[in-house]
């Protein structure tokens, strides 16, 4: 537990301010990918479908709501490291089982946009959510 504990505090120390702006764009745009998938739940379930590896229709619900609710609590920065936490499952199969059954070629940009996001998933994990956060907000008025 020690070693989450000081991976939280130097994430918390180590945070600059222009970095709440890209999680929060991040959570805006995980949040509308949700919109999309509740949109269209038949083309999320296709793309489950051709994984040949989980439940489908679990599958669809557990995405569409993580990304929904995940989204808004990642861009207002409210227990981010959880809504990342319910993320990367998906991000992974994104990256390594959907792209990986369309075929990893240079030009697939959706493989690009999920291996950024990805990215930036496990960055915020690890840094956390900063200073323009409801998290911070909250740790500031329990400090006072």
């Given at each position: 537990?020690?070693?989450?504990?000081?991976?939280?505090?130097?994430?918390?120390?180590?945070?600059?301010?222009?970095?709440?702006?890209?999680?929060?764009?991040?959570?805006?745009?995980?949040?509308?990918?949700?919109?999309?998938?509740?949109?269209?739940?038949?083309?999320?379930?296709r793309?489950?479908?051709?994984?040949?590896?989980?439940?489908?229709w679990?599958?669809?619900?557990?995405?569409?709501?993580?990304?929904?609710?995940?989204?808004?609590?990642?861009?207002?920065?409210?227990?981010?490291?959880?809504?990342?936490?319910?993320?990367?499952?998906?991000?992974?199969?994104?990256?390594?089982?959907?792209?990986?059954?369309?075929?990893?070629?240079?030009?697939?940009?959706?493989?690009w946009?999920?291996?950024?996001?990805?990215?930036?998933?496990?960055?915020?994990?690890?840094?956390?959510?900063?200073?323009?956060?409801?998290?911070?907000?909250?740790?500031?008025?329990?400090?006072?």
């Open positions: 537990m020690k070693l989450i504990q000081r991976i939280e505090y130097w994430g918390d120390t180590h945070h600059p301010r222009w970095l709440d702006v890209l999680r929060i764009a991040l959570g805006i745009i995980i949040f509308l990918k949700g919109v999309t998938f509740l949109a269209d739940t038949t083309s999320l379930r793309l489950i479908e051709e994984t040949h590896i989980i439940y489908t679990g599958a669809v619900h557990y995405i569409a709501f993580s990304h929904l609710v995940g989204g808004i609590l990642i861009a207002i920065g409210l227990i981010t490291r959880v809504a990342i936490g319910f993320q990367l499952p998906i991000l992974f199969g994104a990256v390594f089982f959907v792209n990986i059954t369309r075929g990893l070629t240079f030009l697939n940009s959706e493989l946009i999920s291996i950024i996001v990805l990215t930036l998933l496990v960055v915020f994990f690890v840094i956390g959510s900063g200073p323009y956060s409801l998290d911070h907000q909250m740790r500031e008025r329990k400090n006072r």
